[in-house]
């Protein structure tokens, strides 16, 4: 029907040779790559710190380093930075988001050269290419002198296995946005503090609007997990080596999606899939009267829904507890250094220079909205004196910032999300989709995860 | 003399056939040697490569998702194959009957889907099938009707066979039109003196006289089924759970490699896929050859 026998050889052979080439790198010793080329010892050795002058020397010789990363007008910080260091060049590409770009970037590691020198990672792929050995310990190139500057639980996310392995750059505190004018149509006056709050709200919202409180798009599993780290669940471990912790099943996260399984069988929530065209109609049209996402989505969500702007305001996510307000966190970037590059120094230079120092980081928050991870941001009052319009003037930037010491420190990733997140939606996602068991979901998904994991070598700890 | 002409014959004949033979080999045996390779191997996060043997074919045959997109594919075949040639054969003898009026316009318009390409149509096709604010939850919402969820997993299957009836239905016409065109019009000539109808003429000439036309479609139709990828590739951002990752094997194999980082399997999948392919085209030829030599 679509293609002749032609065609279906053609197709073959597209799929193999780039199975092909893939595999031309994956097929190396992985080993070799981290002795390859640039070694990281010769320039000062992985045990003992760089000195001022071997810095001093390495920021004053030419040097030309190469940036992956996906983040729009990046190259206003990298401006700035070739501005303070003159004698680096640092030649920016977009290579890709997400998934595509991680491809690419495995591919040029392994390679060994020809790839670049930093890369931007988000935290839940950090122990992915930390499993693989791909990442430059920071440490001895002073990054441990930076960790006071973080929020406590962004600075953890950088770590694996007592190696500092990312600079953050920004991050996703979770709370809640919803339509003012909805929730007092519905006789809402207060946002709910507590889940049990959130439920009467969403019984108010559809006995006396149209809408739902807030749609729970199944195949969200960073917004399911970031609702899940709120509640303290701990579903995954990495001890940075060969043992992985798998809990998704635990008593902890079926009583956190009991709760959610009742609100969407009682057709309280909307189970919509999310970023496509019928959700931002659905925003912008009232439809979903709220959304519990993460402190990128205020600005996000500014130019997705730009006919509501004055309805919308901002406030924590419910609690399982009144009294210890807490928090998960849903996206957010880190720089990382690759092990392959030839200028380590300078490399980690620039990944911290751009976000950490003020005026570069600050621009970050400013310019391309992201919700800043180092404290002085989070306390400057350009950032968190901002009264946006499309929230009636609220400061929601200091709300976040609020919330954001709220968010638990000890959440960890497995070393294999993509893996995770794919079978999570087959699974769990399924289950949400279907209004059936969430419980028999979270089953279905910690089987699929620990077969891979033990498929793929791990020693499995399954809770 | 002769022979010293002919053997420097010969060798311009292999200078030219050179070029072709030279790509063919690098670009399409390499690889697929390659690949071949592979798929003995097993690659671990921890523990590194191995050698695996026919493993990774015996996995396959073992893995659900792998089984259930292939199920998949023979409902397409079982439902959607013989729906969308039965369209177009409907119309390609209507159009050749020469009583429809416009069949010039009607031929366009029939094979216009085709030239559409392939992601437009499922982008397009995804508004269509919106519940809320798409075009048929709006209709049936007018209507005072419930709207339907196209998109949902138990119809999404469904969906996807409509869209690829729709792009295909002219596709194959103008290749069973273009075997009608070629039938001497003396045969009808011939049936017309002995009384038959449009129907009969239909039902006896014509239908038997392009059987190796259809013969035709049906091969493409096998094949581009077991193919199908940019359909549930383009559909997951809207129906993300309604595409599992082996929706069919085609799109599991591109998932396998480059979602689970598990090429070596996803090569052997692959292979497997051809093989599959190669197995149901022949079985679907040779029945149809015994028909023919039957009748």
């Known amino acids: 029907m679509r293609q002749g026998a032609r065609r279906a050889a053609v197709a073959i052979t597209s799929i193999t040779a780039v199975a092909a080439l893939t595999l031309a790198g994956c097929t190396a010793d992985p080993g070799t790559s981290s002795t390859n080329g640039a070694n990281p010892d010769s320039t000062g050795g992985a045990s003992g710190q760089i000195t001022d002058a071997e810095r001093e020397a390495a920021l004053n010789t030419p040097t030309d380093l190469t940036f992956w990363t996906w983040v729009p007008d990046i190259q206003e910080q990298v401006d700035l930075f070739e501005k303070e260091y003159p004698n680096i060049h640092v030649k920016v590409e977009n290579v890709g988001q997400g998934l595509d770009h991680y491809s690419k970037v495995r591919t040029a590691s392994k390679a060994g050269t020809g790839g670049p020198d930093v890369i931007q990672l988000e935290y839940q792929f950090i122990s992915s290419f930390a499993q693989t050995g791909d990442l430059l310990d920071l440490t001895p190139y002073g990054a441990a002198d930076i960790a006071g500057d973080y929020v406590p639980w962004v600075w953890k996310q950088v770590l694996s296995n007592d190696q500092i392995l990312a600079i953050p750059q920004d991050s996703g505190p979770m709370g809640n946005l919803y339509r003012e004018d909805i929730m007092t149509a519905a006789g809402v006056t207060e946002p709910p503090a507590t889940w049990d709050d959130y439920k009467v709200a969403a019984e108010k919202v559809r006995a006396n609007t149209d809408s739902y409180i807030s749609n729970m798009a199944p195949g969200q599993g960073a917004g399911w997990l970031g609702l899940l780290w709120a509640a303290g669940v701990k579903p995954f471990g990495y001890d940075g080596d060969k043992t992985v912790t798998i809990n998704i099943n635990s008593p902890e996260a079926k009583k956190v999606m009991a709760y959610w399984q009742d609100m969407i069988q009682n057709d309280l929530v909307s189970v919509d899939p999310d970023f496509n065209d019928e959700w931002y109609a659905g925003l912008n049209s009232g439809h979903y009267a709220g959304w519990l996402t993460a402190a990128w989505a205020p600005v996000f969500l500014s130019g997705a829904a730009a006919d509501t702007s004055g309805k919308w305001r901002a406030a924590p996510l419910p609690q399982w507890d009144a009294s210890k307000p807490a928090s998960g966190n849903q996206g957010g970037s880190a720089d990382a250094v690759l092990k392959t590059t030839k200028n380590p120094i300078a490399a980690y230079e620039l990944a911290k220079w751009i976000n950490n120092a003020q005026a570069p980081a600050l621009l970050f928050s400013t310019k391309q909205n992201f919700f800043p991870t180092a404290n002085s941001v989070l306390a400057d009052p350009a950032f968190v004196d901002q009264k946006p319009e499309f929230y009636g003037g609220q400061q929601v930037n200091k709300l976040f910032a609020e919330i954001s010491t709220t968010v638990d420190t000890d959440w960890q990733w497995l070393p294999f999300m993509e893996f995770a997140y794919s079978s999570g939606n087959d699974t769990f996602g399924a289950a949400v989709a279907a209004k059936g068991d969430l419980a028999a979901g979270l089953d279905d998904w910690q089987a699929a995860l620990v077969d891979y994991a033990k498929q793929q070598g791990f020693t499995v700890n399954a809770g | ?295």
Do not use: C
């Not at chain 2, 010969?10 to 050179?18: E, I, M, Q, R, W």
């Not at chain 2, 695996?52 to 075949?77: E, K, S």
């Not at chain 2, 809320?132 to 009707?145: D, E, K, P, V, W």
């Not at chain 2, 009384?195 to 039902?203: E, M, S």
């Open chain 2, 1 to 295: 003399m002769n022979n010293a002409i002919k053997r420097k014959q010969n060798l311009v004949a292999y200078g030219f056939v050179l070029p072709f033979f030279a790509v063919f080999a690098t670009m399409f045996i390499a690889p697929l040697a390659y690949s071949g390779y592979l798929s003995f191997y097993a690659h671990k996060l921890v523990g590194g490569v191995s050698f695996v043997g026919l493993g990774n074919y015996v996995r396959a045959f073992q893995d659900p998702a792998f089984l259930f997109g292939l199920g998949r594919t023979a409902l397409i075949l079982l439902i959607q194959v013989p729906i969308m040639l039965g369209f177009a054969l409907f119309f390609a003898l209507a159009l050749d009957s020469g009583r429809a009026r416009g069949s010039k316009a009607a031929r366009l318009l029939i094979f216009l889907p085709f030239a559409v390409p392939g992601v437009v149509a499922v982008l397009m096709w995804g508004y269509l099938y919106g519940q809320n604010f798409g075009l048929t939850g709006q209709i049936s919402r007018a209507l005072g009707l419930p709207p339907a969820n196209f998109l949902s997993d138990s119809l999404i299957l469904f969906s996807i066979m409509n869209i690829i009836t729709w792009a295909f239905v002219g596709y194959n016409m103008i290749i069973m039109y273009a075997a009608l065109k070629s039938i001497p019009p003396e045969l009808y000539e011939a049936a017309e003196i002995d009384g038959a109808g449009q129907f009969r003429l239909a039902w006896s000439v014509k239908i038997p006289m392009i059987r190796p036309a259809i013969l035709l479609t049906v091969i493409f139709s096998v094949i581009g089924s077991f193919q199908i990828f940019n359909e549930p590739k383009l559909l997951v951002e809207i129906s993300p759970t309604g595409i599992p990752q082996g929706f069919t094997p085609n799109f599991y194999a591109f998932n396998l490699a480059f979602v689970n980082q598990d090429l070596n399997y996803a090569a052997a999948i692959a292979f497997l896929l051809g093989f599959v392919i190669m197995i149901v085209s022949y079985v679907v030829q040779l029945s149809m050859q015994k028909k023919e030599v039957q009748s």
